[in-house]
T-cell receptor, first 115, second 113 residues
Framework: DGGITQSPKYLFRKEGQNVTLSCEQN?????MYWYRQDPGQGLRLIYY???????QKGDIAEGYSVSREKKESFPLTVTSAQKNPTAFYLC??????????????FGAGTRLSVL | AQSVTQPDIHITVSEGASLELRCNYS??????LFWYVQSPGQGLQLLLK??????LVQGIKGFEAEFKRSQSSFNLRKPSVHWSDAAEYFC???????????FGGGTRLMVKP
């Protein structure tokens, strides 16, 4: 089954703890993205990466970190500096060329809650 | 800066009725426009997209959208709604460096039997 796999589906964070959300894709897409979704606010971009070993901050990067060591993997770490981490997190990937250039495809999401 | 406005937070329609979800955007050049649908607790599924050419685009599940440059709009339509269409719908605009998308706040659709 091809696509974008996010794990775990549900995650709980204790006070002061860092947690890492996994995002893996087998689409061979160049660009990957992390979004945060809160009720009534749509999706907001946290970080994105257009190539391996390079990534850029999005609109709400504070309290988050990422790495892009492999093309197929783009993990997101929610650090203890993120004071309001409870949200639904979505990972996306986008091809750099035809036929699906400029189309972002999404994983099923990870719901993070604070204990 | 680019932005997307979906004026209707909630819409309720009867099954079999027609549907129009509104989307207005702000973008400095020719935009790439998208409609996505999200079922509860799930990721986003692409319904349709507009890049260029014919301003009326067809998508999956019987949806269509019309790009109107003069009105900066990209409204989503369906002639007859099914109960399974109940979900949240997001309009998005992109096309800038990094191919980042800006999303609207979403419209939650409820379908009455």
């Amino acid at each position: 089954d091809g696509g974008i796999t996010q794990s775990p589906k549900y995650l709980f964070r204790k006070e002061g703890q860092n947690v890492t959300l996994s995002c893996e894709q087998n689409l061979n897409h160049d660009a990957m993205y992390w979004y945060r979704q809160d009720p009534g606010q749509g999706l907001r971009l946290i970080y994105y990466s257009q190539i391996v070993n390079d990534f850029q901050k999005g609109d709400i990067a504070e309290g988050y970190s990422v790495s892009r060591e492999k093309k197929e993997s783009f993990p997101l770490t929610v650090t203890s500096a993120q004071k309001n981490p409870t949200a639904f997190y979505l990972c996306a990937a986008m091809a750099g060329g035809p036929p699906n250039k400029n189309i972002q495809y999404f994983g099923a999401g990870t719901r993070l809650s604070v204990l | 800066a680019q932005s997307v406005t979906q004026p209707d937070i909630h819409i309720t329609v009867s099954e079999g009725a027609s549907l129009e979800l509104r989307c207005n955007y702000s973008y400095g050049a020719t935009p790439y426009l998208f409609w996505y649908v999200q079922s509860p607790g799930q990721g986003l599924q692409l319904l349709l997209k507009y890049f260029s050419g014919d301003t009326l685009v067809q998508g999956i599940k019987g949806f269509e959208a019309e790009f109107k440059r003069s009105q900066s709009s990209f409204n989503l339509r369906k002639p007859s709604v099914h109960w399974s269409d109940a979900a949240e719908y997001f309009c998005a605009v992109g096309g800038n460096a990094g191919n980042m998308l800006t999303f609207g706040g979403g419209t939650r659709l409820m379908v009455k039997p």
